[in-house]
T-cell receptor, first 109, second 119 residues
Framework: GQNIDQPTEMTATEGAIVQINCTYQ??????LFWYQQHAGEAPTFLSY??LDGLEEKGRFSSFLSRSKGYSYLLLKELQMKDSASYLC??????????WGAGTKLIIKP | DTAVSQTPKYLVTQMGNDKSIKCEQN?????MYWYKQDSKKFLKIMFS???????INETVPNRFSPKSPDKAHLNLHINSLELGDSAVYFC??????????????????FGPGTRLLVL
């Protein structure tokens, strides 16, 4: 079956760095997305990786290893507004997004 | 300016009623989706609709039916509402260009969500 695994919850300190991991098993693979979802709001797009390696975009970076079925989202210089759920989603061979349950990130001062 | 809009934002209703949620996108996208997010925050795809091709998640009860009057709209109609239907329903759209398939990353843009509470 198809499956996405990511930690349920993580806690980090303002100004620090946090890495949120995601492993996936899908029927075919056409890329991996990270979305941010604040409580009570819709998910918003953060990043998309289809090739191996690190993609950097400001304070956020996303990494992909296709051979390992693994991705991570790296958040630097954490701010209180980064407190949210981070959703990992893989695009399968039918171009359907398979979603993880999300990682709730709690930022403490 | 809203890219993907949904109405209503909140919907409280009784068991057994029939209700509809409307979705509109002004992005010119070809594909639209309906998701259900339950209390555990897990996003479950219900339908995707692309150039009149409807792909249904087989686990969705047939009480749920999507209706698309045109490419910019995908409404969700729910018959005989049940307590377990209480959730947040998100509409989304992506660019995918019909038969040419995958365009770019299939980034999905989400509407603000409709919070449905069935009493």
């Amino acid at each position: 079956g198809q499956n996405i695994d990511q930690p349920t919850e993580m806690t980090a300190t303002e100004g620090a760095i946090v890495q949120i991991n995601c492993t996936y098993q899908t029927s075919g693979f056409n890329g991996l997305f990270w979305y941010q979802q604040h409580a009570g709001e819709a998910p918003t797009f953060l990043s998309y990786n289809v090739l191996d390696g690190l993609e950097e975009k400001g304070r956020f970076s996303s990494f992909l290893s296709r051979s390992k079925g693994y991705s991570y989202l790296l958040l630097k210089e954490l701010q209180m507004k980064d407190s949210a759920s981070y959703l990992c989603a893989a695009l399968d061979s039918n171009y359907q997004l398979i979603w993880g349950a999300g990682t709730k990130l709690i930022i403490k001062p | 300016d809203t890219a993907v809009s949904q109405t209503p934002k909140y919907l409280v209703t009784q068991m057994g009623n029939d209700k509809s949620i409307k979705c509109e996108q002004n992005l010119g996208h070809d594909t639209m989706y309906w998701y259900k997010q339950d209390s555990k925050k897990f996003l479950k795809i219900m339908f995707s609709y692309n150039n009149k091709e409807l792909i249904i998640n087989e686990t969705v009860p047939n009480r749920f039916s999507p209706k698309s009057p045109d490419k910019a709209h995908l409404n969700l109609h729910i018959n005989s509402l049940e307590l377990g239907d209480s959730a947040v329903y998100f509409c989304a759209s992506s660019l995918r260009a019909g038969e040419s398939g995958f365009v770019f990353g299939e980034t999905q843009y989400f509407g603000p969500g409709t919070r449905l509470l069935v009493l």
